[in-house]
């Protein structure tokens, strides 16, 4: 379950969460492959802000760079996750296969599709499991909850 949709995270955050490093966070931001999508920083010493959708972006981005895979061919999946067009609501993404013949993106979530039509003349398909990146992402969101609520900061004693 989502814990709320307006909550912002920052950088610190994003990389526990979604298991990016700090430097390829910041290598994706500065490169403008993903901009945060709740506040972007303007200079030195301003908070990158992401939200929820960002996350599940990221959390894409860290499974391909893991397998292997230069970004490039993916941008096109990461921004239409980040940006959420005709996507479900994030807490009904379980089961959920996104494929892109490098321009066009479809949702696979259990119904028939025509692979065919969805490759046209390209011949070539890029598949991520958009529900295992948004499950991964939740229980992060739980996780840090969880710690914060146990482990509540102290003020500064004067």
Known sequence: ????????????????????????????????RLRPSAGAARGRGTVRSFSQRDLVALRLTQQILAAG?????????????QHGKRLP??????????ISNG???????????NLSATLGARGVIYAVDL?????????GIERLATTSRQHPRRGNKS
């Open 1 to 32: 379950m989502w814990l709320n949709y307006a909550t912002m995270f920052h950088a610190g955050k994003t990389t526990k969460i979604t298991g990016l490093s700090y430097r390829q966070l910041d290598n994706a931001v500065r490169n403008r």
């Open 69 to 81: 895979h230069r970004l490039g061919p993916f941008l096109h999946i990461i921004k239409y996750v």
């Open 89 to 98: 609501a994030l807490e009904k993404l379980k089961g959920t296969v996104l």
């Open 103 to 113: 321009a066009k993106v479809q949702l696979l979530d259990g119904t028939k599709v």
């Open 131 to 139: 529900g295992a990146a948004a499950e991964h992402v939740c229980r």
